[in-house]
């Protein structure tokens, strides 16, 4: 708790929310009151992310398909972590083969985390839609296939059973808006990021939607997933072509107990949002300087291996694929067509060329296709 010299903490404490109350802006989504103030805190987050934002997350010489390839790795990291949030099981690194290679699912945690990366390229695809409930949907309908009763799939839930609660202790978190007003609540939403009238920083708008898809909770099952997608479908459709590069639910997962901590702080101050703002502005901070270490570490290695096979003749694509062999992993002809965005021949070609000059090596199969590992030649 702050020092408050002389005066009553309890006292300072009504003063200042009053003042907050005085301060912030109301809105009304179904029949539940929300809040929120921009402080100048805030405004220099914001600030801050526009500035380097609209700078680029990368240099002016980056190879196009280069991009393509940090975009890729990095909406699969968020779909992954995003799915670990909610209980899927597994590792990373085995989830990211899945996704590069295209493998079946076997169970719930992996059909969760491919169903997740399905959505994220959805939305990149529909970032001209307005939003509306059957957008939000749609969205539901690809994250819950085969996790969830067909009935409630892509369809708003119809009883009050739904509450949020800890898995473990039975404790209940939260009661989501009672079934009759769901259909309200989200049109009413809808409308809100719909209007252009009176500009709001998208960054705010889409917490905000995050944060009342979320509250609202209008599925069965899979709000938590839906809404932090739509916040990436809202900051894509705004502009904010950065975002696909930014895994904003790994730092959430790993700091679990402070997201949930900022619904549940915001939810017993009179449904105030900004505890949830300035959180996930803290996540958003912290994504984009995950990016920027990740982004120096991999160009560096890649000089580095580039130097090295100087005398192979491969291009910008070939080093990259085996840069990352190097550290561990496997390749497939379909991953390396899934993960650089180049077509099947192209894909053959480069493991083709690698092969022959004895820097990729036969490590068995996977269904019907060969899986090659780094050969260990001495470069």
């Known amino acids: 708790m702050r020092d408050t010299g002389p005066f009553d903490p309890d ?17 009304v989504f179904g029949r539940t009151h929300y809040r929120y103030s921009v402080s100048d805190r805030i405004l220099k987050m914001l600030h801050e992310f526009d500035m380097r934002a609209s700078v680029g997350l990368f240099p002016d010489t980056m190879d196009p398909h280069r991009m393509v390839h940090y975009s890729v790795s990095s909406l699969m990291e968020e779909s992954i972590a995003s799915s670990q949030m909610e209980g899927a099981v597994t590792t990373t690194k085995n989830a990211k083969e899945i996704l590069l290679k295209n493998i079946r699912p076997k169970d719930k945690s992996e059909r969760m985390i491919v169903n997740n990366y399905k959505a994220m390229l959805f939305i990149k695809e529909h970032t001209e839609r307005p939003l509306t409930p059957e957008l939000i949907r749609d969205i539901h309908k690809i994250v819950t296939e085969g996790t969830l009763d067909e009935k409630h799939r892509g369809s708003f839930r119809d009883n009050d059973d739904v509450v949020v609660q800890d898995s473990l202790s039975g404790e209940v978190f939260h009661q989501p808006v009672p079934v009759d007003e769901v259909e309200h609540a989200v049109q009413q939403l809808c409308d809100f990021i719909n209007d252009e009238g009176e500009f ?20 069965e099952d899979g709000n938590g ?7 990436y479908w809202y900051e894509l459709k705004s502009g904010y072509w950065s975002m696909e590069y ?23 101050d009179g449904n105030d949002m900004t505890y949830f703002i300035l959180y996930n502005l803290k996540a958003l901070m912290d994504s984009v300087d995950r ?9 560096e290695e890649e000089r580095s291996t ?34 650089y965005h180049v077509s099947l ?8 060329c690698l092969s022959e ?22 470069i």
């Open 11 to 27: 006292t300072v404490w009504v003063r200042m929310k009053l003042v907050r109350m005085d301060n912030s802006i109301k809105l």
């Open 200 to 219: 709001l920083h998208p960054v705010i708008k889409g917490i905000i939607l995050h944060y009342a898809i979320a509250y609202i909770h209008p599925f």
């Open 225 to 231: 997933r839906v809404a932090r997608t739509l916040f």
């Open 246 to 268: 930014l895994a904003l639910s790994r730092y959430i997962k790993d700091h679990k107990s402070k997201y949930e901590e900022a619904y549940v702080f915001g939810e017993t």
């Open 291 to 299: 990016f920027e270490d990740y982004l120096k570490r991999k160009i």
């Open 306 to 339: 580039k130097v090295k096979l100087s005398d192979y003749g491969l291009n910008d694509r070939q080093i990259r694929i085996i840069t990352s062999l190097m550290n561990g992993g496997t390749v497939t002809v379909r991953s390396i067509q899934n993960q």
């Open 345 to 352: 021949n192209t894909a053959r070609a480069d493991v083709r």
């Open 357 to 378: 000059a004895g820097l990729l090596a036969e490590a068995g199969r996977e269904v019907n296709m060969k899986v090659y590992s780094w050969s260990g030649k001495k």
